[in-house]
């Protein structure tokens, strides 16, 4: 097969990575924005000679989130676009296509020592048409708009030494789901033990489904002096 190689973005002046981020506070409701000029964390590889080049495309991003109480809960807000300043018309599939990402979320206590959190997740790629028309062969097309909620459900038991806790993904667009409860019981201050798992499922062609296979029951005992 090719030879792979990961170049690692340099220390030159053009290759450096900043951000910066500015926040407050108005009325009980916390904001905050941001901004970077970084690099995506996934490699894009390319056929060069006889080997595989693997590079870190430049990533730009601008954001603001918005975070305050919503009648007996809290109300998060946030936005954002991702810009791939390589890749600017959307015609080159080893690069992300730029992207303008959301997140609406709500958590409340439903009742003594249990509390909900609910989040709804979307990101909505840019130059769709030249990313249709320039996909590889044999490649699963993603959707346009791809949403992803999350759940989150936590009970406290025992004078708060046993908790309760389940955490869902739930692929909306790829039709995918992880869920991962857990059962903690606190014996003292130094010493715990937690048994979950891990569990996927859905469309074998969805990010989570595609690990299915690798669903897991887990015990974990620790202790700290």
Same mark, same amino acid.
């Given at each position: 097969?090719?030879?792979?190689?990961?170049?690692?973005?340099?220390?030159?002046?053009?290759?450096?990575?900043?951000?910066?981020?500015?926040?407050?506070?108005?009325? $009980?409701?916390?904001?905050?924005?941001?901004?970077?000029? %970084?690099?995506?964390?996934? #490699?894009?590889?390319? /056929?060069?000679?006889?080997?595989?080049?693997?590079?870190? #495309?430049?990533?730009?991003?601008?954001?603001?989130?918005?975070? &305050?109480?919503?009648?007996?809960?809290?109300?998060?807000?946030? @936005?954002?676009?991702?810009?791939?300043?390589?890749?600017?018309?959307?015609?080159?599939?080893?690069?992300?296509?730029?992207?303008?990402? &959301?997140? /609406?979320?709500?958590?409340?206590?439903?009742?003594?020592?249990?509390?909900?959190?609910?989040?709804?997740?979307?990101?909505?790629?840019?130059? *769709? %048409?030249?990313?249709?028309?320039?996909? #590889?062969?044999?490649?699963?097309?993603?959707?346009?708009?791809?949403?992803?909620?999350?759940?989150?459900? %936590?009970?406290?038991?025992?004078?708060?030494?046993?908790?309760? $806790?389940?955490?869902?993904?739930?692929?909306?667009?790829?039709?995918?789901?992880?869920?991962? #409860?857990?059962?903690? *019981?606190?014996?003292?201050?130094?010493?715990?033990?937690?048994?979950?798992? !891990?569990?996927?499922? &859905?469309?074998? !062609?969805?990010?989570?489904?595609?690990?299915?296979? !690798?669903? !897991?029951? *887990?015990?974990?005992?620790?202790? @700290?002096?």
């Amino acid at each position: 097969g090719l030879a792979r190689r990961l170049e690692e973005p340099s220390n030159r002046a053009g290759e450096l990575e900043i951000s910066g981020r500015i926040s407050g506070n108005l009325n $009980n409701w916390d904001w905050a924005g941001y901004a970077s000029r %970084t690099h995506y964390r996934s #490699p894009a590889w390319r /056929v060069t000679g006889a080997e595989t080049v693997g590079t870190y #495309p430049r990533l730009n991003t601008v954001g603001a989130s918005l975070t &305050g109480p919503v009648g007996k809960g809290v109300l998060s807000l946030e @936005a954002g676009y991702y810009d791939s300043p390589q890749d600017r018309d959307g015609r080159d599939p080893a690069i992300e296509n730029s992207q303008f990402r &959301g997140l /609406v979320g709500y958590s409340t206590q439903l009742w003594e020592d249990a509390t909900l959190g609910l989040q709804v997740y979307g990101e909505w790629m840019r130059d *769709y %048409t030249a990313y249709l028309e320039t996909l #590889p062969a044999g490649f699963s097309a993603k959707d346009r708009l791809r949403k992803v909620a999350t759940v989150r459900f %936590t009970q406290l038991f025992a004078h708060q030494t046993v908790t309760l $806790n389940l955490f869902a993904f739930l692929g909306i667009s790829e039709n995918d789901r992880y869920i991962i #409860p857990s059962l903690r *019981y606190a014996f003292s201050d130094n010493l715990w033990a937690e048994v979950g798992g !891990n569990f996927f499922g &859905g469309k074998r !062609n969805g990010m989570f489904g595609s690990m299915q296979d !690798n669903s !897991n029951i *887990y015990l974990t005992v620790r202790y @700290a002096l």
